[in-house]
């Protein structure tokens, strides 16, 4: 409903948002991770979990993604209860997250990270992505271990230092202490929803960017 509102005020501004939105959804060239994730136990699956504003379009973005077997929308980064009408006040320490789960012999966490930062959203905004602001849409990496860790900040100063991006990256890195999995009708949110102007404006240009710049790694 919150972003309902967003869409129907942005839309009587003369397709400003979609303006906006179109260049904030270009995607980045970059680098491949210096330090990435040696696969160690191929038969067990890894977790990763990652904050890049809405979380409706994050999801969409890594639920293509070859070596990706699930996706969960949800709320990492604060403490005490989490539900989407406290979490969209601002003050709750929580941001609107993905779980992704991934098979570690198909796809490394570096090359996860390399996708997050080029396609799923821009790291350079603080607190905002698109028409949502506040700090449960800031950028943010939620680590669950040493490594993930150490390879996730290694790749943020390496993308600063390479002056990737024109500013400097937003992007946190924090530890995880827990994940609460959003409600039901968040999950696989674009695909129940792909006509929705907030998903045309805001999503499916990510999902049309990570088709271009990592087609080996695009899965329908």
């Not at 989407?84 to 991934?102: H, K």
């Not at 390496?158 to 400097?168: D, E, I, S, T």
Request: net charge negative; proline share 5%; charged share 20%.
């Amino acid at each position: 409903m919150l972003k309902s509102l967003v869409i129907s005020s942005a839309l009587l501004l003369g397709g400003t948002m979609l303006a906006c939105n179109r260049a904030a959804a270009s995607a980045v060239a970059i680098p491949d991770p210096a330090l990435d994730e040696p696969i160690r136990n191929t038969s067990q699956k890894q977790t990763i979990v990652l904050a890049g504003g809405c979380f409706w379009g994050v999801e969409a973005v890594f639920e293509h993604i070859k070596g990706v077997t699930d996706v969960r929308s949800g709320y990492a980064g604060g403490k005490g209860s989490a539900s989407y009408e406290e979490v969209s006040t601002g003050y709750t320490g929580y941001a609107e997250s993905v779980q992704i789960t991934y098979d570690p012999s198909k796809i490394t966490y570096g090359k996860l990270l390399k996708v997050f930062f080029a396609v799923a959203h821009d790291p350079t905004e603080v607190n905002r992505q698109g028409p949502d602001t506040g700090t449960q849409y800031r950028s943010a990496i939620f680590y669950a271990t040493d490594e993930q860790k150490g390879i996730a900040q290694a790749y943020i100063d390496q993308l600063n230092k390479a002056k990737v991006f024109p500013r400097p990256l937003a992007t946190q890195l924090s530890a995880l202490d827990s994940f609460h999995e959003a409600e039901s009708y968040h999950q696989n949110y674009l695909a129940n929803h792909p006509n929705e102007p907030y998903i045309v404006y805001n999503d499916l240009p990510k999902l049309e960017n990570l088709r271009k710049e990592f087609p080996e790694l695009y899965k329908d």
